[in-house]
């Protein structure tokens, strides 16, 4: 999950649309959508995030979250 998180932050960083092959995450793409300070907003596709699983946890700053999908499809994050 970290490989997972360094890299989507690397790709935020660079703003890159290019894609390679070394890339766990095929289809970080950029939106059209521009964030507060005029930087475009990544999209993850969630089953490519997910890896198939039903839950993962995503360790921030030292504080654990659970991003899980529920029965209905729907996406919670819990902390």
Request: glycine content about 2%; overall charge neutral.
């Amino acid at each position: 999950m970290a490989e997972l998180m360094s890299e989507f932050s690397s790709q935020e960083k660079t703003a890159s649309t290019s894609t390679d092959s070394a890339t766990p995450l095929t289809s970080i793409s950029m939106t059209d959508k521009m964030a507060i300070d005029g930087k475009q907003i990544p999209r993850l596709k969630s089953r490519e995030l997910m890896r198939e699983m039903r839950e993962v946890e995503i360790d921030h700053e030292g504080k654990i979250y659970r991003l899980r999908v529920t029965q209905l499809n729907k996406l919670i994050l819990t902390a």
